[in-house]
């Protein structure tokens, strides 16, 4: 399987995919109507934009929000998370203004957040692959070949 180049940086190329979830402070069900959960993925969709985030998938439920997203290199999974929450709060606060009545102090999600990294191989054949690292590379020095610049 070879990756795609979208994510050059520099020297690196690569791809940081992960699944995230985050919560509405105390739970509040802010997004049970149709509109509000529209006005919530446009704010979604407007800050991964502005940060430079791919969203791959998106599902806004009433009291919390899934994404899949794609990654920069450039970019610490954590440190995109709080990006987006802040800059997605800021997006929700200026379109419906009245929400400020409930989050005086402006945070409009919880603190906490759940992120695991999505892999487009499986862990047993990265694990395989490592592991035949000798083997895979033998066959080009033996040869006049180049090696593929990325294999997995």
Request: include cysteine.
């Amino acid at each position: 399987m070879s990756y795609s180049n979208n994510f050059d940086h520099q020297h690196s190329t690569g791809k940081s995919t992960w699944h995230v979830e985050w919560c509405t402070k105390y739970r509040y069900k802010l997004f049970k109507s149709l509109y509000h959960k529209n006005i919530c993925m446009i704010a979604l969709d407007e800050a991964a934009k502005k940060i430079g985030i791919i969203l791959l998938e998106k599902e806004v439920q009433p009291d919390h929000i899934h994404l899949v997203i794609e990654l920069p290199l450039t970019i610490a999974p954590t440190n995109a998370i709080g990006k987006m929450k802040g800059l997605s709060a800021k997006i929700i606060f200026v379109l419906r203004p009245k929400l400020r009545l409930r989050y005086p102090k402006g945070h409009l999600w919880s603190s906490g957040k759940f992120m695991v990294s999505v892999g487009y191989i499986t862990l047993e054949k990265a694990k395989e692959y490592v592991k035949n690292q000798e083997v895979h590379h033998a066959k080009y020095y033996l040869t006049s070949e180049s090696p593929p610049r990325s294999e997995a």
